[in-house]
């Protein structure tokens, strides 16, 4: 069957990149299927949809917000509608099983209902004044052309988190998806244009991080860069949003942590783990890469975890008998790879896996065999840096004051959560562990959009997304003071 190429959209058209040249999209559960053909973008691309961005502004801004937000219920009617054709393409391109795919477009939809409706509120306040026959109150402004950069492993649910606020709020975007997840993003948009979203108030550009990402974030009519991908990648964006005098907000990394006490409930703690360690391959920025547990329950539990992990099955996340799809390229695979060979190393004990995996219908993708490992001490570089692939450290606690402090031991702040009987023990660790997120007798997985979603520390910079809190990040304040006394009026002056 021939390949297809698909074009950027700019302007409200889709549009060849001006460098003639694409990049292939991949299915990593068999690299050898071509998905589609993307466009190379350049900096020349990236300066006509910053342009048509810029354009499109001031109209937008001027529909009333319940407007905008009508457009936006019929994406997420869309979303609904295309649910199970969305979530096949996205296991197709980036791995996850079906189900965990269907969740993702899911989250969009979730995302998209809850926010849009924020163009019939978008609070402000009012208070009192300090002066008589005086008004105060607190009004949201756009922020202006909002530059989106989103990674590959939630194709759909991450740009919601980003483009539906952006948008309710009055901003223009323009988009770069992740150069592993194109198809996910393309499908996403064509959904905006058949909702009736005005020419230029989202556009849409793929190619790499270097080649159009940077140039995106330095380009001066970029108001604010909304990121989430690794810690590394957004140093980057943070350095030169601050030299260019730029707003933006990260979601970054994580090594989130799972805290086993000796009176929780063990089947239901595997349960949890096996959850947030294997899904979507470990690949989650709250994937649980750390499993923390009181040693008198250690032998116990560390062999009903590797009973459990066993029965695993690896495929192709379209077949309903696979449990763990592929890693989504090779870099990934090779860097899981050097993470287990250190672990071993660095002396933990390598109690499954290890290894790429090759056996059966998985020789042509990128699989590699859930990993557990065992007498993991927290300084260990396998319990402190982000793998993000299937492999689980288990370290030993002594009490529960022990578990908080190894799992705040961590430059990352995103995720955590505790498996416990004891009350007073859950709310001690609601206080305590230094994360965005808190999970009691659940994994550290799960988020709901209405929500702050983020984390603390090398995770993010100060921002949630979701829930209200996403409207902090896409709006400017304004406050208003309107004196209605026919005099003029000092506040803080003494007559
Ligand atoms: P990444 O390599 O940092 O890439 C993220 C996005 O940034 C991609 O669109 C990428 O483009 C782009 N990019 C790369 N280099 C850039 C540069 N120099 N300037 C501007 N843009 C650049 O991350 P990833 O591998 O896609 O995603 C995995 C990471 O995301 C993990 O660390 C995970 O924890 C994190 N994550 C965090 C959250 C959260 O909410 N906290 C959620 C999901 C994932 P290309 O694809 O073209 O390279």
């Known amino acids: 069957m021939a390949i297809k190429t698909y074009k950027n959209f700019i302007d409200g058209k889709w549009v ?6 694409t990049f292939d999209n991949i299915n990593p559960a068999n690299h050898k299927e071509i998905l589609g053909r993307f466009q190379k973008s350049n900096a020349s691309d990236l300066n006509k949809a910053v342009k048509s961005a810029v354009k499109a502004q001031e109209g937008w801004r001027n529909l009333p917000a319940p407007k905008r937000g009508e457009i936006l219920f019929r994406v997420g009617e869309l979303l609904v509608k295309h649910k199970e054709s969305l979530a096949k393409d996205m296991t197709r391109e980036m791995g996850k099983v079906l189900n965990e795919t269907r969740g993702d477009v899911q989250e969009a939809i979730d995302l998209t209902y809850y926010t849009a409706g924020e163009g019939r509120r978008l609070l402000g306040e009012t208070v009192p004044s300090e002066l008589n026959n ?64 005005p020419p230029g108030v989202l556009n849409f550009v793929t190619g790499s991080g270097t080649e159009i990402g ?24 943070a350095h030169k949003c601050a030299w260019n005098m730029k707003q933006y907000s ?10 086993v006490m000796d009176d929780a409930d063990l089947d239901l703690a595997v349960e949890g783990v096996i959850w947030g360690a294997f899904g979507t391959t470990g690949q989650r920025c709250t994937a649980c890469s750390r499993v923390i547990v009181h040693k008198k329950v250690l032998r116990k539990f560390t062999s009903r975890l590797l009973k459990r992990t066993k029965t695993l099955r690896l495929g192709d996340g379209l077949k309903n008998t696979t449990d763990v799809g592929p890693l989504i390229n090779e870099a990934q695979r090779q860097k899981v790879l050097s993470y287990c060979k250190l672990g071993v190393e660095e ?17 042509g993708g990128f699989f590699f065999e859930p990993t557990l490992f065992a007498g993991v001490s927290p300084k260990m570089r396998i319990a402190q840096e982000e793998i993000f692939g299937p492999v689980l450290s288990i370290l030993e606690c002594k009490s529960l004051e022990n578990a908080v402090e190894i799992v705040n031991d961590s430059r990352f702040g995103l ?40 984390g603390t520390k090398g995770t993010g910079n100060g921002h949630r997304e979701a829930g209200t809190t996403a409207l902090e990040i896409f709006t400017e304040w304004k406050s208003v003071f309107v004196d209605y006394s026919g005099a003029l009026q000092k506040a803080q002056i003494e007559d």
Not at 16 to 21: K, L, N, R
Not at 251 to 259: F, S, T
Not at 421 to 435: G, P, S
Request: hydrophobic residues 40%; aromatic residues 8%.
């Open 16 to 21: 060849a990149s001006s460098s003639g040249e």
């Open 134 to 197: 005086k008004f105060c109150m607190t009004v949201r402004m756009p922020v202006g052309v909002v530059a989106a950069i989103t990674p590959w492993n939630f194709p759909i649910a991450i740009p919601s988190w980003k483009l539906i606020p952006a948008l309710v709020c009055g901003n223009t975007v323009v988009f770069k998806p992740a150069s592993d997840t194109p198809l996910s993003a393309y499908r996403f948009v064509k959904l905006f244009e058949e909702a009736g979203l």
């Open 214 to 237: 940077e140039p995106l974030i330095e380009h001066h009519n970029i108001n604010l860069v909304s990121f989430t991908g690794s810690t590394d990648t957004g140093a980057v964006v």
């Open 250 to 259: 990260l979601e970054m990394g994580g090594k989130n942590a799972i805290i």
């Open 347 to 363: 002396g933990a004990k390598l109690l499954l896996g290890g290894n790429v995996y090759k056996k059966g219908n998985c020789r």
């Open 415 to 454: 995720s955590s959560a505790i498996y416990t009987r004891d009350v007073n023990r859950a709310f001690k660790a609601i206080e305590k562990l230094d994360t965005g997120l808190t999970y009691i007798n659940s994994s550290t997985i799960g988020a709901e959009v209405q929500l702050p979603f983020g």
